[in-house]
Every structure is written in structure tokens, then in C-alpha cells.
């Protein structure tokens, strides 16, 4: 009775290291956007995102809303998750959002007036030196959060 107590525990451990190591292949690698987002914390990007003031800049929601068409400064950044892929051929939306934040001219959006929502953005509204402000963790934080905007 023992042995088959200690059969199913092992059984059940096997089971378990086999599923962890299942994901392995799938795990990013270093220096590539996919290891920086899987390096980012959703919890924090979120906390920073929501900052009035972040690291000596005006914060991201002075300009950025998360109701879906409110325009501020900046677009509404509602469902960005969804379309950051579709925005400039070739990027990821890890790639696209990453270059949002850190080289925000490379690509003007849409959506930052009501009135003309198809409209693009104007340059240089955004702040330019977020890679000064924020470190590399930092930014790969609010990369993690903003692709859980679905
Ligand atoms: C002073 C206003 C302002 C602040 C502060 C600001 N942004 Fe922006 N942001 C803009 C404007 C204007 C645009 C559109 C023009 C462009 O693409 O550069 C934009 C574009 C973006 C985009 C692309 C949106 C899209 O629909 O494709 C992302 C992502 C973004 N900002 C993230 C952030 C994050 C994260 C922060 C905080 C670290 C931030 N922004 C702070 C004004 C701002």
C-alpha cells in the first residue's frame, strides 16, 4: 500500500516537471522585443502608467485616456493590444509599442482629435526623452501593461 502511495506522488511529480518543461521551447530569447515584453511586469507598467507625474515628465495619462475614442492630448490608448501589430508592417505590437514610447515621432497615430479621428497626431506633442527617463525595465513594464489592452 505504501509503495503505491509513493508510485502515484512520483507519477504525479513527473507529470509536473514534464509540463513545466513543455513551455521551454517557447521561451524568448535574450535581447529580441519578445524577451523584453516577457521581462516587463503588467502589475508595475500599470502602476507607472497611471502616474500624474513619472520620473520628472508629464505622466502618461496627462495625455492618454483608456476610454475607448476619448481623445486628450494623445490618443486613447483602449484596445491598443489589438492593432499595435497591424501599425507599421513589420513590427510586432511589442515592437510597435516599445517605439511608441521610446521614438514616439518614427510613427504618428491617430485618434488625438474628436472631431477628426482619422486625422494623424501632431509631432513632438509626446515627450521625447522617455528613454532618458525611464530605465529599460521601466519601459519593458509599460510594454507588458499596454499589450493587455485588448
Ligand atoms: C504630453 C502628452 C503625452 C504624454 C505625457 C504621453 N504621450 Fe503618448 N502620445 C502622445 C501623442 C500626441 C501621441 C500621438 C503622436 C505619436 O504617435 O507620437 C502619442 C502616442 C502614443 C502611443 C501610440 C498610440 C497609438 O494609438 O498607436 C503610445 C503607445 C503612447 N503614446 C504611450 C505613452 C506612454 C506609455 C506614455 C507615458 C510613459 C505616454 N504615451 C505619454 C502624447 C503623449
Redesign the pocket.
Known sequence: MRNAILLVALLALAFTLAACGGSGQDAATPGTPQAAAAAGDATRGQA??SKSL?NG????????SLAPGKA??????AG?AR??GD?VPGQSAEQ??HT??VD?????????NASNPEA????????QD?SRK?SEQEIND?VAW?LTLK
Do not use: D, E, K
Request: net charge positive.
Open positions: 507607472l502608467f513619472l515628465n508629464a505622466g502618461c495619462t496627462t495625455c492618454h486628450l492630448l494623445g490618443p486613447s490608448l491598443l492593432r499595435a501599425m510597435y509599442i511608441a514610447i514616439s515621432n518614427a510613427f504618428l497615430a491617430r485618434g488625438c494623424q497626431c501632431v509631432a513632438n506633442i509626446m515627450p522617455w525611464l509599460l499596454l
